[in-house]
DNA sequence: CGTGGCATTGAGACTTTTCAAAGGCTGTGG
DNA sequence: CCACAGCCTTTGAAAAGTCTCAATGCCACG
């Protein structure tokens, strides 16, 4: 595929926040991956001798507690980074859920990036500090709401995040609830609860269409019932 | 204070990582603050008009839910930074958890630092990058980890920090209660249990003695009962 | 030396988990 | 394109862990 393609295609759709110029020459430096539903990106232990970005489809960021107990510290779409802590190993693994195209940096032509546009760097700089503010909410879910508060909150995030009523969610209800630090189950069982109450309505495994917003807001900010 | 005196204080103890010019740079550019006991630093949707580097003393990094419900995302010592996300409000709010001693940069300043000493912007990364792992591996407890194991955990995070075995903990039982996502009157029934079967021993509110840091790791990894 | 805040301890209640079984999508192969 | 097999999801009941409420005890500070 001819360089000029790539360019025209990545220039008006990811890395917000980035000027033109510096955005093509991002690209420039990167190698494109296709990757399928389920594959893994990266282990965590593995050596880190790259980072990524996300170009296109859907992820989930793992860390491995013990036998059988996996924490999902995050899902990542189109624009998301990976991978761009110096350090010897990846501290977590990486795992498509949908299929997806990655932007792939040598962590030598990473640096190189940031070190020849100054702008880069401090474009990751937000965007680390970004990341940051996600995960610290996150951990206010984790630490103080209850099952329901979550799956509301959850619900309204992935809501936020695409702008329409129609909720796509590329995650099985496993790795939700691995998300939330709650059971599979427990998943299941209050989104039963919300359909049945009206609040949201399902169409197969990946669609929810949210249909009271308010009430949600409430459940989640742990103001309703 | 003559600004010699403060140059020659800082240079050695704090902002490991950086070359000694810059280093002298960053700290030319802040102002001291000092802070007692519960003093706050600022507060959850102030305007962000500052950052500040954690000089010296501890300090507690909290986000309110709701009523009576609030959540510690995180416990600040020496070196730590904060507030460096380039937002129009802070998204949290600090409060010392001892007599500390701040270096404040105002939002201009911090910037020209980042303009004028690349040197400076390479290390925020890293340091953000550091926040964010630590951050994940706190969900991970968050999400996964039983009781025991979080108050195993923390007791050597806290450990390791100070490298020690005597570890000095600034702050209360509800704090630590709030960071641990569980009740205060969990943190105290399990460090008693602790203390019953011989792992730790504390001498008054403050300190606790690791005694037996095998037994504390696995519990901590979830492989003891 | 008293007093108020913090920590400890106990008992009951509640949320959530675990274990188990049945039902329904999905996507794959014919 | 349809049917089937397998995996994912749903649902139920019992059990475990943690929380809440409440009272007592201890320590630090004035």
Redesign the pocket.
């Known amino acids: 595929m001819p360089v000029s393609s790539l360019n025209a295609e990545t220039r008006k759709t990811i890395l917000p926040g980035l000027s033109p110029e510096v955005e093509h020459a991002v690209c420039a430096a990167a190698e494109r991956q296709h990757l399928g ?1 389920n594959d893994v990106l990266f282990r965590e232990g593995d050596p880190a001798d790259a980072c990524y970005i996300l170009k296109e489809g859907s992820a989930a960021i793992r860390k491995s507690f013990r036998a059988g ?1 996996e924490q999902v510290v995050g899902f990542l779409f189109a624009g998301d980074i990976l991978g761009a802590a110096h350090l010897r190993q990846y501290a977590y693994s990486v795992r498509m859920l949908s299929p997806s195209e990655v932007l792939r940096f040598e962590r030598a032509a990473f640096d190189r990036l940031c070190d020849d546009h100054p702008e880069f760097g401090s474009w990751l700089l937000r965007m680390a500090c970004g990341e940051l503010a996600v995960a610290q909410d996150h951990m206010l879910l984790l630490g103080r ?6 799956i509301a909150s959850f619900l309204l995030n992935l809501d936020a995040r695409f702008k329409k009523q129609t909720v796509w969610m590329p ?7 691995e998300y939330l ?13 919300f ?1 049945r109450n009206g609040f949201i309505r ?6 929810v269409h949210i249909l009271d917003r308010r009430t949600l807001s409430a459940l989640a900010e742990g103001i309703g019932d």
Chains 1, 2 share one sequence.
């Open positions: 539903r107990r709401k209850t099952a329901r508060e979550r995650m099985r209800r496993g790795e939700v609830a630090g709650v059971s599979l189950e427990t998943v299941s069982r209050i989104m039963a609860e359909i399902t169409d197969g495994r990946y669609v």
